[in-house]
């Protein structure tokens, strides 16, 4: 009973670990994070669609947007409207993915 | 089948048949009703034959049928086939589909199952094409293979990996391979890429890769160090095959990375060049570098023109520096060189007899430098076409400018969705300095470049020109708009709005006796992506992937 107590918890803490990449939301407003963010939006040349300061083609300073869904977008790329965004998940870690969105969200609307 | 009713039948055919407009020797008008490969002809001109459509009438063409080409990820970039009245049209996801001339009804389709790997390269999942031939539909997939469908029923018949596609930064196919004969030549992605981009040969009629082609030349001169490991180059438009040498002519990509040359401090064969392979072994016969040391991203994969002319064999090649080369087919010697536009500043001018460019402005790191043209290019990718009964080749040219900024970056071809370019972006565009239009359908002697008329727009043209024996030229735009043009002057004939903008090939072909202008309307690409911040009108074109056909209305 004990072991199976000791396995179960076990698991719990690893499906926990898991979960806690994609979950673990850092603070999003951190001037750390966000400046990671950017450095990793130039890099990646996220810049070639998005613009230098984010008034590109896909204009990203106009949007209202919520950390999920920008994560999922980085992490999974977007077919919308015709349009394609990369996928980046397995390219980027899911902490780099979380610090993109944290830029992203620096020059949204969400931001103002 | 009665013996009268075989008799009947084969004399309707007979008249059907020469209801459909002349049939005449001359180079370019061979098989006119048809459109059998990506320029319709081997000397790739682009000209339709076909003159039922005219000066006259063209006010008169309505809509004959519409077809939807289903995912419009990145629009439609196709240049149709049309062939005995059937039209082979590929599409989003590498999507293929064989309609009915008539109608549009849908006789077969067919989708490979792609390596989920191209949701995260940098090209994908646009197609420019099919090609036919050997009874056979070939693609080249944007996960680098080599397909062949059954042309009656688009059953698999063959397929075979070509592109090292995990291993070479996502290096794949966005163009059709070229019928070489028994072989198909299939060019691969690999300017933007941190890898050796290939041309691969292919037996036909089995799938069996017979040879391949490293468009980054061993040799330590042309590529000091480890510069050439992820040279690029590539080749990622159909090259032009002549059936009379043998030979498969490719214009080939960019250096990498595209902005920074530090490195790199050789030719950089043979990046920026025309190649003239043997198509059956690959053996180079001969090469033509345009663009020495690129660092501003002008690629020469765009269409290679064959022409006899005063008991010449020649080639006229534009690269997307807007320069264009005129060559001695028979081993590149240089005829001439002349510029599309003036808008440009790369170099003060490239040499008339030598090609060498003279006057070269570098890039700086981590500084913007103005270059003309931009890296859209003098013109894009989509093809001119030449109507040899004007004697003019009308070309979408782009008139604008963008910002270099070159800075470090490493070397990864794992980072499947950045560039191996050396920057941030492709270039800040803006506007030429002296304010002008940024674009106009230019008619112009393709030996000389003697401009005889021009239409100046707004928003530049994406599209590939199409013109034809009834003695016009038709483009279509971004904003959605075709027009006729007349071919001579170049006066606007009649226009309609397709809907959405155009970014690819408007064909021409007849079946039973009438003429149809084939018209794929659906704005996508990284057109759609990098342009509107310059042109704010592209903001909401609304994408789609789209076929239209028309015919005079009865």
């Known amino acids: 009973m004990t072991r199976w107590l000791v396995t179960v918890a076990i698991a719990a803490i690893l499906i926990t670990e898991v979960a806690h990449s994609e979950e673990n939301v850092p603070n999003l407003k951190d001037p750390k994070v966000i400046a990671a963010g950017h450095d990793l939006f130039l890099a990646k040349q996220c810049a070639h669609c998005h613009g230098a300061d984010g008034r590109g083609g896909i204009n990203l300073t106009r949007r209202e947007l919520d950390p999920k869904g920008v994560f999922q977008s980085i992490a999974d790329g977007r077919e919308k409207s015709g349009l394609r965004m990369p996928a980046w998940r397995g390219v980027l870690s899911d902490e780099e993915i979380w610090q993109a969105t944290a830029y992203v969200l620096s020059i949204s609307q969400q931001s103002k | 089948m009665g013996k009268m009713t075989l008799v009947a039948s084969v004399s309707l055919a007979c008249l059907l048949s020469a209801a459909t407009i002349a049939v005449a020797a001359d180079p370019g008008t061979e098989d006119p009703n048809n459109w059998p490969q990506y320029h319709r002809t081997s000397n790739a001109w682009r000209y339709s034959p076909l003159d039922q459509i005219n000066k ?10 519409i077809a939807q080409g289903g995912d419009i990820t990145m629009g439609i970039q196709e240049t149709p086939l049309a062939i005995d009245g059937v039209i082979y049209s590929t599409t989003s996801g590498n999507r293929v589909a064989a309609l009915d001339g008539r109608t549009g009804r849908e006789l077969w389709s067919y989708q490979p199952k792609l390596d989920p790997l191209t949701k995260k390269v940098l090209f994908a999942p646009y197609s420019r094409g099919v090609a036919v031939g050997h009874g056979m539909v070939f693609i080249g997939t944007v996960d680098g293979r080599g397909i062949a469908l059954d042309q009656q029923t688009g059953k698999v018949l063959w397929e075979t990996q070509l592109t090292d596609f995990a291993e070479c930064h996502g290096c794949n196919f966005t163009s059709p391979p070229v019928v070489a004969g028994d072989v198909l030549t299939f060019g691969s992605t690999a300017g933007e890429l941190a890898t050796q981009g290939k041309i691969y ?3 036909a009629k089995t799938g069996k890769k017979l040879w391949e082609f490293n468009t980054i030349k061993n040799d330590p001169k042309s590529w000091p160090g480890e510069s050439g490991k992820y040279g690029g180059g590539g080749a990622w438009m159909p090259g032009t095959y002549d059936a009379d040498t043998g030979t498969i002519f490719y214009g080939t990509g960019n250096p990498g990375k595209d ?8 030719d950089n064969l043979y990046t920026d060049s025309i190649l003239a392979l043997d198509a059956k072994t690959g053996q180079l016969k ?6 020495k040391q690129d660092v501003w991203d002008y690629d020469s994969p765009y269409e290679i023109m064959l022409f006899k002319k005063d008991g010449k064999d020649l080639i006229v090649h534009m690269n997307k520096s807007g320069y264009v080369f005129v060559l001695d087919k028979n081993d590149g010697k240089i005829e001439n060189i002349w510029p599309i536009s003036d808008v440009k500043n790369f170099v003060k001018d490239i040499d008339k007899k030598t090609g060498e460019l003279i006057g070269r402005v570098e890039l700086p790191m981590d500084q913007e430098t103005l270059i003309c043209p931009s890296t859209f290019g003098g013109r894009s990718w989509n093809s001119g076409a030449y109507n040899p009964r004007t004697g003019l080749w009308y070309n979408n040219v782009l008139d604008f400018c963008g910002y270099l900024k070159p800075v470090a970056q490493k070397d990864d071809p794992k980072e499947y969705g950045t560039g191996h370019t050396g920057s941030n972006d492709f270039g800040r565009l803006v506007l030429a300095p002296d304010g002008r239009k940024p674009g106009r359908l230019d008619a112009r002697d393709p030996f000389t470049g003697e401009r005889k008329w021009t239409y100046e727009m707004e928003v530049p043209g994406f599209a590939s020109a199409l013109t034809t024996g009834g003695g ?15 071919a001579d002057t170049g006066k606007v004939l009649w226009s309609f709005n397709t809907g959405s903008g155009m970014r690819s090939g408007i064909i021409s072909y007849a079946v039973d006796g009438e003429q149809y202008i084939l018209v794929p309307s659906g704005w996508g690409s990284y057109a759609a992506l990098l342009l509107p911040p310059l042109f704010p009108q592209l903001q909401n074109i609304p994408a789609a992937s ?8 009865k």
């Open chain 2, 56 to 65: 006259d009438n063209v006010s008169k063409l309505s809509v004959a049928w």
């Open chain 2, 201 to 203: 040969g292919v037996e």
């Open chain 2, 259 to 266: 902005f920074i040359n530090t490195d790199r401090a050789g």
């Open chain 2, 286 to 291: 001969w090469y033509r570098q345009e663009i």
């Open chain 2, 472 to 486: 016009l030229a038709f483009n279509g735009d971004p904003l959605g708009v075709l027009r006729a043009f007349d």
């Open chain 2, 546 to 553: 789209t076929l239209i056909a028309f015919r005079l209305a």
